[in-house]
């Protein structure tokens, strides 16, 4: 009989290594920037 698998991800070596300076330096485009603050203010305008 199968067994259950838990969900996760496992990083090891180069590519935990990239994970982690990805998570602590995280910079964002103007682009992106522009894209996050009109969400905001579309739900700031029309909340649920």
Request: charged residues 35%.
């Amino acid at each position: 009989m199968a067994k259950p698998t838990g969900l996760g991800m496992i990083l090891d070596g180069a590519d935990a290594v990239e994970f982690w300076k990805n998570e602590e330096d995280a910079t964002f485009t103007d682009e992106q920037m522009e894209f996050y603050n009109k969400a905001r203010r579309v739900y700031k305008e029309h909340p649920f």
